[in-house]
C-alpha cells in the first residue's frame, strides 16, 4: 500500500491568486530521507519545496528543511513565509500572531498582521546582513550581457548576505533590468569560488508607480533560471540599500516589484533600519492557498 504524503502549495509575495512564487509544502515528511525530499522536490520543480521534519515545535519552533530542484539550502525567504502560513492555518488552526521556523541558519520568527483593507502581511525577521567587498562591475556586465554603462556607479557591486548570499546589482533603467540575459559561460566561473551563486538586480524605474524598486533574481547555478519573487534576496537588498543610504535615509520602508518578466508578478515588501546589534530587516507579503492534496 502506498504511503500517502499530505502538501499544500500556496503564492508567496502574492499580488492575487496564480501570481508571486509557487511553493509546496509537505507537512509531514518525518520519515523521508535526505534523498527522498531532493526527489520530491525535483518532481514538483517549484523554485523551492518545503519539508516540515516534526509535528511538534522543537525549541519554540518547528523543524523545516528547504529544497530547490538541485540542491537543500539553509534559508530562503518565501518557503519561509509560505511554511509558516501552513503551519498556522492547516496544523495548528489558529489565529496565532508568531510561528518559529528552524532553519540550518537558525530559528525565523514569522508574524502575522491585518492590513486595513482587511488583507493579511506575512513577515519575517532576516538574520543582520553581512557584506563582502565591492566586485567589478564589468564583470557583472558581461555575465548579464549589458553595456558597463547601465551599472549605477554610485553604488557598489556587492555580495550580501542574511543566510544566504546575492549577488546585488544596482542598475539605472527598467530598460536595463528588461535586457539582462545571464551568460552561464561567464557566471559559473565567476561564482564557483564565491559563497554567492545567485544575482540580485534592481531599477529604481518600475512597472508601477506605487512602488518603489523593480527587481530580478537570476539562478542559473541552482538550477533556477529566473526567480519570480525572492525573499532572502530582497532581504539582503533591504540591508544594501540601508547600508549605503540608497534612499538617502537609515531607514526604509518600500515596495518591490518582481516577476514581470517571467508573468508571475510579485509584490515584496521590506522594512529595515540601522540598530546597534547591525541592520534589522524585515521581509513581507501575502500568501494565498492554492491547493491541498497528497504525493504517494
Known sequence: MAIKLPYAVVDVFAI???????????????????????????????????????????????????????????????????????????MLQSGTQQVNLNLKVGQIPVTFSAQTNGEEIVWMRQNPPSFEPPLDAKILAEVLQISPDEIDSNYPVQSVSTGVPFIIVPLKTLAALKACRVNREKLFPLVETMAAKSILVFSPE????????????FADYLGIAEDPATGSANGCLAGYLVQHAYFAQSEIEVAVEQGYEIQRPSLLLLKAGKREEGIEVNVGGRVILIACGEFL
Open 206 to 217: 518600475t512597472y508601477l508607480p506605487e512602488n518603489q524598486l523593480s527587481v530580478r533574481v
Open 16 to 90: 492575487d491568486k496564480y501570481t508571486g512564487n509557487q511553493l509546496a509544502v509537505f507537512t509531514d515528511a518525518s520519515d523521508l530521507s535526505d534523498t527522498q525530499m531532493q526527489a520530491i522536490a525535483k518532481e514538483i520543480n517549484y523554485s523551492e519545496t518545503t519539508f516540515i521534519t516534526a509535528q511538534q515545535p522543537e525549541k519554540g519552533g518547528y523543524n523545516v528543511r528547504i529544497f530547490t530542484p538541485a540542491a537543500e539550502l539553509p534559508f530562503a525567504g518565501h518557503p519561509t513565509l509560505g511554511t509558516a502560513y501552513i503551519i498556522r492555518q492547516l
